[in-house]
């Protein structure tokens, strides 16, 4: 297991064993094909819970489509080469940066000073 695979404590399986473990053919196209597919799935949920429709599976079926588009997410990175969990961080990084700026439009895009 890699250092950044130790970085994330919850997470069963290294990027390595992922890969391993993938279908001989799924390469980079076919998994971002599932991952947009998953990506889908997630929205659909959240739009649900949204606009008010509180039913349950909704709940569940959120929850297995955002652990789906992580792992697929993750996939890409190995098939990628590229460190998850460095992606993760500097992500994370990005965000708190925008989101620190005083003053966001009503769209949330940062004006300019």
């Known amino acids: 297991m890699s250092d950044s ?3 994330m404590l919850h997470a069963h399986y290294s990027q390595e064993e992922l890969l391993a473990n993938k279908p001989f053919d799924q390469w980079i ?10 990506v889908g799935d997630l929205v659909k949920c959240a739009l649900n819970k949204h606009w008010g429709n509180n039913v349950r ?4 079926e959120a929850s297995t489509a955002l652990a ?12 990628l080469q590229l460190d998850y969990w460095k992606a993760l961080r500097e992500g994370e990084e990005r965000y708190m940066e925008a ?12 004006t300019v000073e």
């Open 5 to 7: 695979d130790k970085a």
């Open 29 to 38: 196209p076919t998994t971002c094909a599932i991952l947009t597919y998953e």
């Open 57 to 60: 599976a909704y709940q569940g």
């Open 68 to 79: 789906d588009v992580i792992t697929m997410s993750r996939l890409l990175a190995a098939l």
């Open 99 to 110: 989101m620190s700026i005083r003053e966001t439009r009503r769209d949330g895009l940062a």
